[in-house]
């Protein structure tokens, strides 16, 4: 999963270097990639107006759900127990699964296990699964939109209409310069990845609790399953503060409290990919100038000091303090996940 979203991007990334170094508009002139740089505002402008009504739909409905639970009011929750958002199509696809066996020849589907009819039961879905899988839709939409601009806006824009003059990317110089800032092929690749990062994060937390919640576990004589974590699936991830109590912090109790035990290796990745992701987030506050600006001073001091070295230090570009960034961000943040998710399954598998 990881190595194909990596490679979606990269396609978009390389789409963009084609569009800006070889993409020539005399010679391809009226075929379909030119009819689709001409309309390329019609295109974004309603993946944007879709994305913007999934973002405000999908979400805000955890948000409702958190208020009403704040509020003491469950009745007005959606949920399984007051207002249901069924997902009515999913559920007639099981159905239709479910029935089939009773179509095929007589004892081809007998149970020879308690296994094999275990196997066979179809996974609950209901009104969690239906908000969960809108949240999926809206980041999918998010991505692809942000890279789909990426390659139709590379050479030119509104704003800046020779962008393919100025190459894949180029600095931002801030709102008194023209506001260049975000605009390049380069940044909504930056961006671009961030979002990926965030949609596979959301599908794997999703698969982990779902799997734990109602399909793993362990089957009695009586053929009595007992799951990981008592199907609470379906009550508690339908709020953003379920997600975190009842799967992230619950479950990160392994990692946590993992040193001294065949676990510990985990934990360290656990410490070390966090403070890797966490070092991503300085190049965040990177402003025109500032760490520029702040080694001078250092520079400055040392002068003054008689203690200054013969080497000249610079400061990364912003365009360069990025690509450390969002290095830093998805190697930290995939290592923590990978971290986490391991010792949560070999302690309570």
């Known amino acids: 999963m990881w190595i194909g979203r990596f490679l979606i991007v990269g396609a978009a990334a390389h789409a963009a270097i084609f569009m800006v ?6 010679t391809r002139y009226n075929d ?3 009819h689709v740089l001409r309309h390329h505002d019609a295109i974004i402008s309603h993946l944007n107006w879709a994305c913007i009504f999934l973002g405000f739909h999908s979400f805000g409905l955890y948000i409702h759900n958190d208020t009403m639970s704040a509020l003491g009011r469950p009745q007005d929750m959606f949920s399984d127990t007051a207002i249901q958002l069924q997902p009515v199509f999913a559920q007639w696809i099981q159905n239709t699964y479910a029935l089939a066996p009773g179509a095929t020849a007589p004892g081809a589907t007998a149970s020879i296990s308690l296994t094999w009819g275990v196997t066979l039961l179809p996974i609950p ?14 980041m999918i939409h998010v991505t692809v939109l942000i890279l789909l601009k990426d390659v139709i806006f590379a050479r030119s824009s509104r704003l800046i209409p020779d962008k393919a003059n100025l190459g894949f990317h180029f600095p931002c110089d801030g709102p008194g310069r023209g506001a260049i800032c975000q605009v390049s092929a380069w940044d909504h ?3 671009g990845l961030f979002w990926m990062y965030n949609s596979i994060s959301a599908v794997i937390f999703h698969f982990s609790w779902k799997m734990q919640s109602d399909v793993w576990g362990s089957v009695s004589d009586q053929g009595v399953v007992t799951h990981l974590t008592g199907g609470n699936f379906a009550q508690s991830s339908i709020t953003i503060n379920g997600w975190l109590r009842d799967f992230l912090w619950a479950q990160a109790s392994q990692v946590i409290q993992s040193y001294g035990s065949s676990l510990s290796a985990y934990g360290l990745f656990f410490l070390g990919a966090h403070f890797v992701w966490a070092f991503s987030l300085m190049f965040l506050f990177s402003g025109r100038g500032y760490w520029q600006e702040l080694i001078e001073s250092i520079v400055w001091a040392h002068n003054k ?3 200054a070295p013969a080497t000249q230090p610079r400061a990364l570009s912003i365009i360069q303090g990025r690509a ?3 290095t830093h ?3 930290g943040g995939i290592a923590t996940t990978w971290a986490f998710f391991l010792a949560r399954i070999i302690a309570v598998g």
């Not at 170094?21 to 005399?26: G, L, V």
């Not at 879905?125 to 809206?138: C, K, Q, Y």
């Open 305 to 307: 000091l008689k203690v």
């Open 125 to 138: 879905l209901g009104t969690a699964d239906f908000l969960v899988h809108h949240i999926h839709a809206f």
């Open 21 to 26: 170094r070889d993409y020539d508009p005399t």
């Open 329 to 331: 961000y998805l190697l």
């Open 32 to 34: 379909i990639l030119d």
């Open 189 to 191: 690749v930056f961006l």
């Open 324 to 326: 450390v960034e969002v």
